[in-house]
Every structure is written in structure tokens, then in C-alpha cells.
């Protein structure tokens, strides 16, 4: 079987830097904790447990350390966390995608010159929380079109409309939706900035796998499946290619690829790890 990689699958910078920054951390005697899982890929999750890294995931949680060393994940986390962290005298180690932190300062900056926020995303996304929680006036998260109309036609937003807004994304939006939302509020008036955060990244990872998708007979996506960047891998392959699988290791595989389905397409998330692209691209080739 044909079989075409993607030349971007796999970890990103962001992601690899994070990973790197916890196992550089396992071993030195103290105890490791991480803000949130430091990525979204429940394998490397639970290799970092087996090294006896922890997850805490709330304020009250970190209220109950007194000791080890927090590392900040690669999605980010509001002021707020670092303020707790800091309190309970813990070591911390932030491993925040620098892209991330760009966002941070933009909103901070932005929010502090009385600018309202208009964060392009997922309301219940890690990335998006954390952003929202640098925000020092009021936030708004739009997700869909439907919110966007919803809220540049709310009575409430229309006599806000002429202060200053600032506009930024998530870092892993889909591009094409980012534009198609921003437009929206542009036609009905809302004065302000616009600052396009989805990371080069993210853009040439989506770019790519359209391409690769529209020119062969199926496509496998891989990636877990709370990562935000896979789920629009996917939506963006099965908008070009019908027969387009979501898997989260090679396990998830259970397919039966006729000859006319070669060549075959393969991508991942920016939080999958080689060994299992590998994986996967191996048994396609000898298997089908």
C-alpha cells in the first residue's frame, strides 16, 4: 500500500519543549506535579505517572502541596494558578507554549487599556481558560458562526459596539473558521484590533493535510481524542476525503483498505508522539 506521511504529524515545538521540560524533572528526588495533563495524549500521560508524576487540576488541589515542584502546562493556566502556586512555596516550572504566552501578554496588554476580549475557540478548552484568565475587562469566547451572529446582534453588545475591541484565537483554531468569524463582527461594525494567534504551526499542520486528504483514497488521523488540533485535523480531512479515520494508537485500526482506497494519507496532532505514527505507517504499508 502507497502510503504518503505528512511531513508535519507529530509533536510541534510546543508541545516537544513541554514534554521534554516534565522527564527532565523525574529523577531528582522531589516530588512532580503538573498543572492540567501536560499535553493531550493520554500515552505520554501515563508514562510520565509510571515516573511518578501527578496531575492536579484545581486550585484547592495545589492548596493541599507544601512541597515538589509544578510544572505549568503546555496549554497555559490563568494568573491565578502561578499566584498559587507561589503562595504554597512550590517550585515552579513553566512549560507554557511560548505562542501561548504571546496570547497572555496581548490580553493583559490590550485588557488593561480598556479594550474588551473576543477570544476565537473552544469555551471549554485548557488554552482558552488560561487565556481568559489574564483578561482584566470583561471576555467574550465565540465559537461557532451561530455565536458569533448571536452575539454582534445581542442589544446588550450593539451598545458597546463603538468602544475598542481586541480579537485573538486560540492557538489551534482552524484558520479558515478564525477569518469566517472575525468577518462577521467586522461587517456589523465593531471597531478594534484583530490579531491572528493560530501559530504557524497549526496552519501549515491544516494546509497539509487538506492537501494530502483531496489526493488519496483514505486518510488516518491520529491523535487523542481531547486534543483540540486533532479534532480539526479530522474535520478538515473528512471534508476532502470521505473515508477519513480517527485513531488513537494502532490499536484504534480495525480497517479493511481495498487496493482502490491506496494511496493511503496519514497525519497527526501536535500532541502525538513518533513512535506511534510510526507505528501505524509500518502496519499500513506491510498490512494492506
Known amino acids: 500500500m502507497e502510503v504518503t506521511v505528512a511531513k508535519s504529524a507529530g509533536f510541534c515545538f510546543g508541545v516537544k519543549r513541554a514534554v521534554e521540560k516534565v522527564y527532565e524533572q523525574t529523577g531528582k528526588g522531589k516530588k512532580i506535579y503538573t498543572y492540567g495533563p ?5 500515552e505520554v500521560v501515563r508514562d510520565l505517572e509510571k515516573r511518578g508524576v501527578t496531575v492536579v487540576e484545581s486550585v484547592k488541589e495545589l492548596e493541599r502541596l507544601h512541597e515538589g515542584t509544578v510544572v505549568i502546562r503546555s496549554h497555559g493556566v490563568s494568573r491565578e494558578i502561578y499566584e498559587a502556586v507561589e503562595a504554597q512555596g512550590l517550585d515552579c516550572v513553566d512549560a507554557t507554549c511560548p505562542f501561548v504566552k504571546r496570547i497572555h501578554k496581548i490580553v493583559e496588554k490590550e485588557s488593561r487599556a480598556g479594550k474588551r ?14 487565556i481568559r484568565g489574564w483578561a482584566l475587562s470583561e471576555t467574550a469566547v465565540i465559537e461557532s ?21 481586541c480579537i485573538v484565537s486560540q492557538t489551534t483554531f482552524n484558520y479558515n473558521k478564525f477569518k469566517e468569524l472575525v468577518e462577521i463582527f467586522l461587517k456589523k461594525g465593531y471597531n478594534g484590533i484583530v ?16 492537501q494530502i486528504a483531496s489526493q488519496v483514497g483514505s486518510m488516518i488521523v491520529i491523535g487523542d481524542t481531547h486534543s483540540s488540533n486533532t479534532r480539526k485535523l479530522y474535520e478538515i480531512c473528512k471534508e476532502e476525503c470521505g473515508d477519513t479515520y480517527f485513531i488513537q494508537t494502532l490499536d484504534d485500526l480495525h480497517l479493511e483498505l481495498p487496493k482502490a482506497a491506496s494511496p493511503v ?12 505514527i510510526e ?10
Open 265 to 276: 494519507g496519514i497525519t497527526a496532532g501536535a500532541s502525538t508522539p513518533n513512535n506511534i
Open 195 to 210: 490579531v491572528n494567534t493560530i501559530c504557524n504551526a497549526t496552519e501549515e499542520r491544516q494546509t497539509e493535510a487538506r
Open 145 to 165: 458562526q451561530e455565536e458569533a451572529k448571536t452575539f454582534a446582534d445581542d442589544p446588550k453588545n450593539l451598545e458597546n459596539k463603538g468602544e475598542e475591541w
Open 38 to 42: 501536560i499535553i493531550h495524549n493520554g
Open 279 to 288: 507505528e501505524v505507517q509500518n502496519y499500513v504499508r506491510i498490512n494492506f
Open 117 to 130: 476580549i473576543i477570544i476565537i475557540g473552544n469555551p471549554g478548552h485548557p488554552e482558552v481558560e488560561g
